[in-house]
């Protein structure tokens, strides 16, 4: 048997273990079809040498923003996939956004999906935002968005404009775990928040600082904790995306414990940055809206330690980047904060790029780049949380998230030893934006390759992006996995009938 491709001389990372040295990967129509040593060679097989370096799958990035209209000056497909896949993302799941005026969710999922016809880089699949949650749309849509491949759905409960009430999120869970769908929610009291910024606004502390001292951690583990709570009382698996607050985190290791379905994502900046980067420079005070997010940016390195330990742990399932950006220097983008010249945190847009770093900032804490009594994570919880998790949580298994045979062949091969080491610099980045809020950071190893589905479309080695643009296709994306925990438990307190009289 004879291969289109053969990746030799690489250290192959799995969830679970570090292959031999000495396996080879098989490749052939875009999957692999073989691991195993000396594999056969034919005349016309391409030969691919990793010269010692890891190899991971291809990083999934379930978390990212593209085409939003709320976003105008943000990454569109091209440029937004053209940056994940330099930076080792070969799949990215996006989100097609239902407004609170739109009646039904089909022609919010048909019209984002295309804008990104022929435009991805990279292999993509859909999430969809719920704001109103009709019946017609529980009874019916839903249904329609499972047989579409879009199989699951995000809710926010903050945003005026956004936010499902606690009835409305119950509904949502009940139908989800009904169809075998992940829920997704962003979780912040909104009560808190919006009485804490008008407090700040009549007291005229409105410059882009301000904006962490809005949303403080409280505001998290209040609703995190609610969520938690709704998720058990509907018997559903839900993700909690973004997650910043280490007393939020240990309501998920909590629930965890014991066995509900509670999966939690964190981002970079939550655990490289904090909020003393929101405080504007001397040479411009209002730069600090580059770091504008929410949640926000934490104060102390305590904080950023308590996720550290939710990553090793392994509490967090996900590692995603939460890519929202804004351009800065743009009237449309973060400079819209900027109200006759008076900052106004408040009307700063949300969020940060983060697509392209996301995969070397976490590869450069394991212990392919650092000693190992100073790794944060092992290269198998690194494949978990960048990949493997991902694939299962979002309806990819089989398919994605790991190198073995009838797989894509989704890959990145890392540069050996400490030769693929750089500093990250807007320069050198690939998005349509005009920073990076990682500006300045050293990580410890870039992708030399990326594969998709077993073609290079990133090569360091010749200068950058050789796939093109279109080669990304749509993943019709099938039932997610209950990775932590399992369905079936009966809620604290609750007789084990209790449901069946009110549903």
């Not at 291969?3 to 799995?14: R, S, Y």
């Not at 990580?443 to 998709?452: D, K």
């Amino acid at each position: 048997m004879a291969f289109d491709t053969i990746t030799t001389n690489g250290l192959i990372v799995t969830a679970s273990d570090i292959l031999p040295p000495g396996t080879e990967i098989g490749i052939t129509a875009g999957k692999i079809t073989a691991l195993g040593l000396a594999l056969p060679r034919g005349p016309s097989t391409k030969i691919l040498d990793a010269r010692g370096a890891y190899i991971t799958p291809g990083g999934i990035d379930s978390h990212v923003h593209l085409a939003q209209k709320n976003s105008p000056t943000g990454d569109g497909w091209e440029s937004g996939t053209r940056s994940a896949v330099a930076g080792g993302t070969t799949t990215v799941i996006a989100f097609a956004s239902q407004e609170r005026g739109d009646g039904s969710l089909l022609p919010v999922v048909e019209e984002y999906l295309k804008l990104a016809d022929r435009q991805s880089y990279v292999d993509y699949g859909v999430h969809c935002i719920i704001t109103s949650p009709s019946a017609r749309i529980l009874d019916e849509e839903f249904r329609w968005l499972f047989e579409r491949g879009v199989t699951s759905v995000k809710l926010y409960m903050t945003y005026e404009h956004m936010r499902v009430p606690d009835r409305g999120v119950l509904e949502i869970l009940f139908k989800c775990r009904e169809l075998g769908m992940t829920t997704m929610i962003h979780a912040e009291s909104h009560d808190m928040i919006s009485f804490i910024i008008e407090g700040l606004e009549r007291k005229g502390n409105t410059e882009p600082y301000f904006h962490a001292l809005a949303r403080p951690r409280i505001a998290e583990d209040e609703a995190s904790y609610r969520a938690i709570s709704l998720a058990e009382l509907a018997d559903a698996p839900i993700l909690i995306v973004h997650m910043s607050s280490e007393v939020a985190v240990g309501h998920v290791r909590e629930a965890q414990g014991r066995l509900l379905p509670v999966h939690a994502e964190t981002c970079p900046h939550y655990l490289f940055l904090l909020s003393e980067e929101i405080k504007g420079k001397e040479h411009d005070h209002f730069s600090g809206a580059k770091h504008v997010c929410s949640p926000p940016l934490r104060h102390r390195k305590e904080d950023l330690e308590g996720l550290w330990r939710g990553v090793a742990n392994g509490t967090f399932t996900t590692w995603s980047s939460d890519h929202a950006p804004s351009k800065y220097d743009h009237p449309g983008g973060k400079k819209l904060g900027l109200v006759d010249g008076i900052p106004r945190f408040s009307k700063i847009p949300n969020g940060l790029p983060g697509v392209e770093t996301r995969m070397a900032l976490l590869f450069g804490q394991t212990e392919a780049c650092l000693p190992a009594n100073e790794a944060r994570l092992s290269l198998p919880r690194f494949v978990q949380l960048t990949a493997s998790n991902t694939a299962k949580l979002y309806g990819l298994s089989g398919r994605k998230g790991s190198i073995a045979p009838g797989f894509d062949a989704d890959m990145v091969v890392w540069y050996p030893g400490s030769a693929g080491k750089r500093v990250i610099e807007q320069g050198r980045m690939h998005h349509d934006m005009d920073y990076t809020p990682f500006e300045g950071i050293e990580v410890g190893n870039w992708p030399r390759w990326t594969i998709l589905r077993g073609e290079i479309v990133w090569s360091d080695d010749e200068g950058g992006v050789v796939g093109k643009k279109g080669n990304g296709e749509f993943l019709k994306r099938g039932r997610g996995e209950v990775v932590m925990g399992r369905t079936g438990n009966v809620p604290r307190g609750m007789l084990g009938d209790e449901r069946e009289y009110w549903r």
